[in-house]
């Protein structure tokens, strides 16, 4: 099987319990998802304009999560996404909640969008979709970037190299972790390939495919340090989830302050030319 047809099955198995609550049961797991959602949306709330409505591409839409938040704002989104099931997820959610005029559902791939050159005002891309395009990620983001109009944003999230080093090697496997160092090749928790970057391949590749990067900053970060300190700080009645909007101010500090290869992802903040 190859790598596009095992991404596709994989999140098509997933797709009917991707975003039910019970994936999230472990406490300190659920905080880091809220603190993670929350920064990777607020960066793009912020630069949302007012009275005006966009053509949003979400490339690797999934479920729809983010691309409803779009819609909810009255922008016409179109989610693309590998896996039919993961599509299918993303119309109920926008049936559910009314939004099915604002939305737009196909079927294909990051590296081959089926859109005209600067066919949307902002092109966002979380999660995932670039990562597993592994060698071909450059591919990726210059159809990204190509199919936004000049001066939109293109939003990319991805795996960062730093915390699947590190996560290597707490976990013991010290030669995966040097593998993952030297090359950046790694597995994801679904067990699919993809890549973690450094942010000077980031850089590169995005002034490649015809956009400036305007920031680049990592999400969460330190996270399980900043936790831990906070507990350390307040004792033992302190409880993580009743202090969540307290740790995600925090967050939102530290996450622009220059830390970005300490966060367990990245996000690209970059404007095409």
Known sequence: MDATALIRDT??????TYDRDENDQVLRRR?????????????VAAILPEGRSLRVLDAGGGSGKFAALFAERDHHVTVLDLSPG????????????GLLARGAFEVGTIVSLPFADG??????????????????????IAELCRVAVPGAYVVLGVDNRQSYFTDALR???KAEAMSILLTGRA???????????TIPELEEAVDAAGADVVEI??????????????????????????????????????AHEGYATAGGHLQVMARRR
């Not at 905080?31 to 960066?43: C, G, M, P, Q, R």
Request: proline share 7%; glycine share 4%.
């Open 11 to 16: 999140y098509d198995k997933v797709a009917p």
């Open 31 to 43: 905080l880091y998802w809220f603190v993670y959602e929350s920064l990777t949306w607020n960066a």
């Open 86 to 97: 993961m599509i299918e997820q993303a119309k109920a959610r926008f049936a559910q909640r």
């Open 119 to 140: 066919a949307f005002d902002l092109v966002f891309c979380e999660g995932d979709p670039v990562s597993y395009c592994t060698t071909r990620y450059r591919e990726a």
């Open 171 to 173: 976990s013991g496997n």
């Open 187 to 197: 597995t994801c928790p679904y067990g699919l390939p993809t890549h973690a970057f």
């Open 217 to 254: 900053f990592g999400k969460p970060v330190l996270f399980r340090e900043v936790v831990e300190a906070l507990a350390s700080a307040r004792g033992p009645d302190f409880d993580p989830w009743d202090a969540r909007h307290e740790i995600l101010a925090l967050q939102e500090r530290i």
